[in-house]
């Protein structure tokens, strides 16, 4: 068995971050706080929102259908904001807009209510892996190289017993289309469960009442696509070659990330995936 460990792990985040800037990518996936042995991050309102509605929405996952049309959303919102996302640890310096943020928020949650869609209908969840792990495999044993991610909801599809992928959306821009998000989802299903994939979406909460259809990606493509790039990510932290493409003045991506290392950001606290959080100003 190969060592996971000393493996390189990769993941849609993880490589969005590379692709816009090799420099991001390390501090932002790589870098450890000596003092802490803690990864950072640089904390933000889309953040936050991002955080409160998917932690309250995937939540639903671990109830009995019927439980899920009677839970109090708006509640569990509130409490998710709360811990995740109030006040600086959530990249806000302010209340006016801290509370314009969780408005928005509040109606992506409202607009679920609404019209659940998928929410009221029967759901898969993926065996927990050692420790509550994100759901993992080897995408090469042999180059050390893992592909790992959550999908937000797999929709169970009993004319078939197939999944559909619904992917939560709270941003204000659409995914790009040649994201590697789909590619990554379908790579993981079908390798972590038996039943096959006949669909995915994206809700865009914020604007659509009923999560988009998109096509499903060719998985013998998607998989030399995301390999590749991870050998790609494997060899750029073999050579150390973290360079921003933009040089010494760095980019939209990694200059907050600069500023924490320079000391000219706030600590806010432990952030949700167990890294020191910083609100860079």
Known sequence: MADKYGAVWVSHSSIGDF?????????????????????????????ALGSAVHGTLEALKELPLEERLTRD?????????????SGKKGGFTNTEDESAMKARGRAMIERVIANPGPIAKKTVRLKKHHNDVVPNFF???DEGLILCGAVDWLEYIPEDDSLRIID???GKYEEEKNSLQLPIYLLLLKELQHRAVHGAAYWYLEKDDAPVEM??????????????????????RTAQAFACPRGEEGCYGCRPYEKILRGEAEYVGIAQYGQDGYLVT
Not at 77 to 83: F, G, R
Not at 216 to 233: F, G, N, S, Y
């Open 19 to 47: 692709l816009k800037c090799p420099r991001l990518y390390y501090l932002h996936n790589v870098y450890k706080d000596p003092k802490t042995r803690r990864k950072i991050t640089a904390v933000s309102g889309a953040m």
């Open 73 to 85: 959303l708006l509640a569990d919102y509130e409490q998710h904001w709360q811990t995740l996302a």
């Open 139 to 141: 995408l090469s044993e």
């Open 168 to 170: 939560f959306k709270t």
């Open 215 to 236: 096509a499903l990606p060719d998985a013998t493509e998607a998989r030399e696509r995301v390999l590749a790039l991870a050998r790609t990510i494997k060899d750029t």
